[in-house]
């Protein structure tokens, strides 16, 4: 069964620490993964998205990491800042995929304090 | 232009209403997806249409019709409604159609429709 695992649920955090959030997969064949980041009442944003061939990709403070042999998946958040609290959730798609499906995790609720 | 808009922001109706969402994009992209997305959960697909035509009902009942009158715009008429249907209602483009299977086909969301079914 394709599904996608997200820890953990919720995180607190100080302003200007950083943290790491993590994602495991079981979609296969697999495509690509995205970390977006949503905003309460809000649409998903993309930050990052990689390949099977890619191991890491950085997006300004956000770096995601893939590694394809085990499924799994870290966004790590440096110097974290009040604007960073928002629900962070992983998304995969599998090759093969006529159906425009994504598979998402159930996302992780990251708040910054000052 | 790189956005996926929505309107309205906010909508708020009664169980007999009907109503309509709306969702714009003008990337080029040829397929157009409806999500529903309840409270601290992750999206929930509804629709995809692909070219203008339906491709993807996920069995949403009857009171939700969606519609594609050109590759940009896509509506959601809505009638009778429950309020268990209330909801973030997030429209999605992408630059591919289904025939594509390599799964790259990145989604960009819209804002979102806050639904409220009183």
């Known amino acids: 069964k394709n599904q996608v695992e997200q820890s953990p649920q919720s995180l607190i955090i100080l302003e200007g620490k950083n943290c790491t959030l993590q994602?495991?997969?079981?979609?296969?064949?697999?495509?690509?993964l995205r970390w977006y980041k949503q905003d309460t009442g809000r649409g998903p944003v993309s930050l990052t998205i990689?390949?099977?061939?890619?191991n890491t990709k950085s997006n300004g403070r956000y770096t995601a990491t893939l590694d394809a042999d085990t499924k799994q998946s870290s966004l790590h958040i440096t110097a974290s800042q009040l604007s960073d609290s928002a629900s962070y959730i992983c998304?995969?798609?599998?090759?093969?995929?006529?159906?425009?499906?994504?598979?998402f995790g159930r996302g992780t609720q990251l708040t910054v304090w000052p | 232009d790189t956005e996926v808009t929505q309107t309205p922001k906010h909508l708020v109706m009664g169980m007999t209403n009907k109503k309509s969402l709306k969702c714009e994009q003008h990337?080029?992209?040829?397929?157009m997806y409806w999500y529903k997305q309840k409270a601290k959960k992750p999206p929930e697909l509804m629709f995809v249409?692909?070219?203008?035509?339906?491709?993807i009902n996920e069995s949403v009942p009857s009171r939700f019709s969606p519609e594609c009158p050109n590759s940009s715009l896509l509506n959601l008429h809505l009638h009778a409604l429950q309020p268990e249907d209330s909801a973030l209602y997030l429209c999605?483009?992408?630059?591919?159609?289904?025939?594509?299977?390599?799964?790259?086909?990145?989604?960009?969301f819209g804002p979102g429709t806050r639904l409220t079914v009183l």
């Open positions: 999605a483009s992408s630059q591919v159609g289904l025939a594509d299977t390599s799964g790259y086909n990145e989604q960009f």
């Open positions: 994602c495991n997969y079981t979609v296969s064949p697999f495509s690509n």
């Open positions: 990689m390949t099977f061939s890619e």
């Open positions: 998304v995969v798609s599998y090759r093969g995929s006529t159906l425009g499906r994504l598979y």
């Open positions: 990337m080029g992209h040829r397929a």
């Open positions: 249409y692909s070219y203008e035509k339906l491709s």
